[in-house]
């Protein structure tokens, strides 16, 4: 079965920075473009950044410039750097992967459990 799980979640102040991790693991046979989300109570889920496996990458209006995605292919990781962190910034982040599990399989998108981030004064 194929997982993806995040870490690097945490508290911090407003102004500071934090990396998070996602892991994909299990019988991946390839991956294509993996990217973050965010998600708050009542509201939907955010696209933040994408990156597709030739590590071309995507931004959303609130986050370019202060995150950065980059992906480690080697691995099936993908990372977000987050910086000059707002406290609208809390939430909890999901990384997603479009992943085959075989070579006659079409991709499909895989989603993590989330990490939580909470930047409060």
């Known amino acids: 079965q194929v997982q993806l799980v995040e870490s690097g979640g945490g508290l911090l102040q407003p102004g500071g920075s934090l990396r998070l991790s996602c892991v994909a693991s299990g019988s991946i046979f390839s991956v294509d473009t993996m990217g973050w989300y965010r998600q708050t109570p009542g509201k939907q889920r955010e696209l933040l950044a994408v990156i597709t496996s030739g590590g071309s990458t995507n931004y959303a209006d609130s986050v370019k410039g202060r995150f950065t995605i980059s992906r480690d292919n080697a691995k099936n990781m993908v990372y977000l750097q987050m910086n000059s962190l707002r406290p609208e910034d809390t939430a909890v982040y999901f990384c997603?992967?479009?992943?085959?599990?075989?070579?006659?399989?079409?991709?499909?998108?895989?989603w993590g459990q989330g990490t939580q981030v909470i930047v409060s004064s």
């Open positions: 997603n992967a479009a992943l085959k599990v075989s070579g006659m399989m079409p991709f499909t998108l895989y």
